[in-house]
């Protein structure tokens, strides 16, 4: 015997068993699962005919903001990270290197820092996988300094090359205060791990890494240009195709909403201040008069647009995100 | 008999054939093509438990500056471009639907233009795809407001409905307004269109779609906020979980570098312009003062962050992007 159920559920509910609302049941959908997958961190545009790939290795947490800039009190830090919305528990610092497709050349600027790098970093490669650029094609890596988040990725903790058929190019500047053994002797407590870190990644590649001077074409249609201070030999990079134009800028400034808004802010780890500062103001000044897209290793991601100058510092505005290139 | 290449090449060389260079062939490798694939535009987000995507629908360029916005002078409007770094050639209108897993709803903030819009539009569902979330699970679609951006994705051109298990919920006054003959027939040309679309789109659903009141809670943890102006019946949405909250802003300004940097700047489609305004000041001065994070329909894409207020407008301070959720 068949039982109909719309008369069985009309039975049950005139008996007072289940109230009227459950006379008319509705499909049990369940709720989607969230997804808990974050998007790909690579964002891609066109320099002229040249193919820029901006790629996310990760972030950190800023320990504190009090020691992060050095020649401020922590109330005027406290008025700079309230205009820029950033909480002082939580001050996000990113790392951004940047591939360019030349059309001749696949290269690297910056490597983030591999698998030698703190938790919520490394993320490069699979980013790099995600926007279909092949580590192995990559036949430049250009470096604009030695700090560890730029330079760890050139070579696996296990010591395998990461950009097995590049070569890798970089100021001579920087390169000799770096390997050279007084300068690691002298140095402060701070920077000791910096040292040794060049001395790993350099050491076994020391007689193929090629040194370059500023001004010097690196690669057709990237010139290295001079920005020293934060580093002794930081370079930074212009990118030229056609009437197109990109700087690739390193740490001229860190969070341009602090830095560059706040140009004479001191990061930690400006190690020659004033040349900091200096250089700083000459490359905004350069990237807001003539308007030149600019990337920046430590912009929240995509990590390009325009500079503007406004009062004494620079104000930073993000380029339009295209869906397409 | 073998040929020694060394001995020919050095050979070679020797008796002026080639030059030296050339003695030392590298291996050739061709370059990497570019890749031509943008990253697909969404972006993922905690609020408490709620996990929020921002989505890319596309953009358009502005036509003409000096007529998006229509209550300023063409230096007037100049001098706000050039702090934005907006070229006045290329200003971009980019548009930005939002998905809420509440973990018991799915649902939609705005539906971008399916596929009724215009070139470079359209790109919702594919970055939905691509984001993890089936149009099929969408169990709610919230509407800010009227205006063709919004509403034209909820069917597509042929009349399916792109989200076919959703309930769509609007605001009263605003279905109201829209569906009133005597406002079609008084409407301004540039508006009969808007009425037209609104006819296409909500016609064959009418009966199904829910009317909320300013202030209800239209799906458990999303309450709908009065923010009348843009539209007549424009709405907002506050997202709660936890101590979490998302203010999904819709049209309450467009391009916050423009629009809420100076507030008083008219936009073409700000339908009752004094109220707009009333309504802008009222919710930048909630989210910045709460330092709430926001959503804004037409802000640069991941389009998500903090507003800051200063001087008579407010600065929207982008937030960082996360590799992880």
């Known amino acids: 015997m068949q039982i109909d159920r719309r008369k069985f559920m009309a039975g049950v509910v005139a008996t007072g068993v289940l109230p009227a609302a459950a006379t008319i049941p509705v499909p049990a959908r369940a709720a989607a699962p969230p ?3 974050q998007a790909p961190g690579f964002y891609r545009f066109k320099v002229g005919d040249f193919e820029v790939t901006t790629l996310f290795d990760g972030n950190v947490k800023v320990a504190d903001p009090n020691k992060f800039i050095v020649n401020k009190t922590p109330e005027e830090i406290s008025v700079a990270l309230d205009a820029a919305a950033i909480p002082r528990d939580n001050m996000r610092n990113p790392f951004v290197p940047v591939v360019v497709n030349t059309g001749k050349n696949l290269v690297l600027i910056d490597t983030g820092f591999g698998d030698n790098g703190p938790p919520g970093v490394g993320g490069l490669m699979g980013n790099m996988a995600a926007a279909g650029i092949d580590p192995k094609n990559i036949d430049t890596v250009l470096i604009t300094h030695f700090h560890g988040d730029h330079i760890s990725g050139i070579r696996a903790k296990a010591g395998t090359a990461n950009y097995p058929n590049a070569e890798v190019i970089v100021a001579t500047s920087e390169y000799k205060f770096w390997t050279d053994e007084g300068e690691a002797s002298r140095a402060a407590q701070v920077w000791k791990g910096g040292f040794a870190g060049v001395k790993r990644v350099f050491d ?10 500023y001004g010097n074409e690196v690669v057709p249609g990237i010139t290295m240009i001079d920005s020293r201070g934060h580093s002794p030999g930081h370079a930074s990079y212009l990118v030229t195709s056609g009437t197109g134009k990109l700087m690739v800028l390193g740490d001229v400034t860190n969070n341009p909403a602090i830095f560059a808004r706040n140009p004479e802010f001191q990061l930690w780890a400006d190690m020659i201040p004033d040349l900091a500062l200096t250089n700083r103001r000459k490359l905004l000044d350069m990237a807001s008069a003539d308007k030149i897209r600019v990337v920046g290793y430590h912009y929240v991601f995509p990590s390009t647009g325009y ?4 009062g004494k510092g620079y104000e930073f505005a993000p380029a339009a995100w295209e869906g397409t290139l």
């Open 35 to 37: 997804v808990g997958k």
């Open 204 to 213: 076994p590649i020391a007689k193929d890494v090629k040194r370059a001077e």
């Open 307 to 310: 500079f503007v100058k406004q």
